[in-house]
């Protein structure tokens, strides 16, 4: 524990002075495909411009990878993380939303209560464990309701795409759809049924102490992300 004290207290000064010396080797981050495309990848390059000596390895997948079973040094998960060795630090956390393109609202009606997605087209994912289940809420109760699916596809984007040409409801994360939205390309609907946030948390090992390159790329990678998810 006092080594932990100590390095979390050294670990705030650096942070502080931005003085993290002259780091060499490799490390190994890896996060979900849009999520590390927006958010973690700028944090790296700009981590990789500060310290030439460091090459960074960014494996980018919605599968998660196993710390223990491959040489991994961060991750990003995104969810509710079983009970394990690893440390978790929370920088933020995203909401599961539903849309669909004005053209299909048009055509087909607002859903107004989750029950009417059983009326309605849906595009659901197959072939992939982080699709997001979403579990609505009503009057202190959550329940799933499922649109019939009009088309199965294995990637985050090619659902996207779906939806935007006015197939069926999509439900994703929001920063998966955060363009879309922000542009009208597709429309959120069933707000005031939204199921809780999912927590977003970077992860590594319970190696005590950690690398000096590990610790320092932490302290540069956690706040920065937890700036970017509350914009």
């Given amino acids: 524990a006092s080594r932990r004290i100590l390095g979390e207290l050294d670990a705030a000064e650096r942070q502080a002075s931005g003085d993290y010396g002259a780091l060499r080797g490799g490390l190994h981050m890896t996060a979900p495909i849009a999520f590390g495309e927006r958010h973690v990848l700028p944090i790296v390059l700009e981590f990789l411009r500060e310290q030439p000596e460091i090459d960074m ?20 998960r995104i969810g509710h993380l079983a009970d394990s060795a690893l ?12 849309c669909a393109s004005p053209d299909y609202i048009a055509r087909r009606g607002v859903p107004l209560d989750p029950d009417d997605l059983a009326r309605h087209d849906g595009i659901s994912f197959q072939g992939f464990a982080t699709a997001p289940e979403v579990r609505y809420r009503r009057d202190g109760t ?3 309701v499922e649109p019939r699916p009009r088309l199965a596809v294995n990637t985050t984007e090619a659902a996207i795409q779906a939806a935007m040409s006015g197939i069926g409801i999509i439900r994703v ?4 759809v955060a363009d879309q939205l922000r542009s009208g390309a597709l429309q959120e609907i069933l707000t005031e049924f939204a199921p809780e946030p999912l927590p977003v948390n970077v992860i590594h090992g319970p190696a005590e102490p950690l690398s000096m390159k590990v610790r320092c790329f932490l302290d540069w990678l956690t706040p920065r992300l937890r700036e970017r998810m509350a914009q």
């Avoid at 390895?57 to 990003?76: F, G, Y």
């Avoid at 994360?173 to 998966?176: A, P």
Wanted: proline content about 3%; charged content about 25%; hydrophobic content about 45%.
């Fill in 142 to 144: 959550t329940f799933n």
């Fill in 87 to 98: 440390i978790a630090t929370r920088v933020g956390s995203v909401r599961r939303v539903v």
């Fill in 57 to 76: 390895r960014l494996t980018l997948t919605d599968r998660q990878i196993s710390l223990a079973d491959e040489p991994v040094d961060v991750a990003l």
């Fill in 173 to 176: 994360l929001s920063y998966q």
